[in-house]
């Protein structure tokens, strides 16, 4: 058993808990808590920038990422786990503390579902700092992001360090390869900014997919020094299978 909290006391409770510092501090009686250390906490931090709006296939990024989310969650709740969730743009969208459950999995499902983020950019070194500040007990925590982004190596060792981290690595495969389609007109969903791509030009293909795997080997290299594990699914790949190989390669 692990010490959780202190509260109140309230009648039936074991006296032998009596928390004597808090209650000589406070005046009313306060016990400790605690639970079994063999029930995890399960935090899932998920990108909503305005990149996960996404999709050239049978599903867009956001959606793939509301199904992954459904899995874990309730994977995790199938093992008596505790889930708690992270919503982050550029900003801290919003927080829902970890709580065992069915009933708290679908409010996290429809809260994914119906939320409409303020923030239109990414910025996971922020919503790693955060988690570090919040939760102190350990947990495995799935970041579920495109990755578009750079900047959060530092924040992201130190949440290693502490808990047990896996990026989620989602992507569009129009986002790794430019088809040659002639001239398209191309907007930025984070930024606002439009603009002309000639996809005719082999340069720019070729560019385009260099930012792209840039981009890629970063995520890797950070997550690789930072000693957690990665996972990359396309929105158009069967991610069950790739899921299972994973956590079967974990579990060795």
């Known amino acids: 058993m692990s010490f959780s909290e202190v509260r109140d006391y309230q009648y039936g409770d074991d006296v032998r808990n009596i928390d004597w510092n808090v209650t000589a501090r406070t ?3 306060h016990i400790k808590i605690f639970e079994e250390e063999r029930e995890l906490t399960v935090m899932l931090v998920i990108d909503l920038s305005g990149s996960s709006f996404f ?7 956001n959606e793939l990422l509301t ?13 008596n786990d505790k889930v708690g969730v992270l919503f982050f743009t550029d900003r801290i969208e ?5 709580k065992k459950g069915k009933q708290h999995i679908l409010r996290i499902i429809r809260e994914l579902l119906n939320f409409e983020p303020e923030g239109k950019g990414t910025n996971i070194g922020m919503a790693m700092e955060y988690l570090n500040n919040l939760i102190k007990k350990r947990s495995i925590t799935f970041i579920l992001s495109d990755f578009m982004t750079v900047g959060y190596e530092t924040p992201l060792r130190i949440a290693a360090r502490r808990h047990d981290v896996i990026g989620m690595h989602l992507y569009d495969k129009r986002e790794a390869k430019l088809p040659n389609v002639g001239l398209i007109r191309a907007y930025d969903a984070e930024t606002g900014e439009v603009g002309w791509i000639d ?4 340069e720019v293909r070729q560019t385009y997919a260099e930012n792209f795997n840039k981009n890629l080997d970063y995520f890797k290299d950070v997550f690789r020094k930072s000693g957690a594990d990665i996972v990359s699914i396309r929105t158009d790949k069967d991610y069950v299978n790739i899921l299972l190989r994973f956590f079967k390669k974990r579990s060795k």
Request: glycine share 6%; aromatic share 6%; charged share 15%.
């Open 94 to 98: 919003k927080f829902i503390p970890p």
């Open 199 to 202: 996809t005719a030009i082999p």
């Open 55 to 61: 999709g050239t296939t049978n599903r867009m990024k």
């Open 67 to 79: 199904e992954l989310t459904a899995v874990l969650a309730f994977s995790a709740i199938n093992n």
């Open 27 to 29: 005046g009313d009686p």
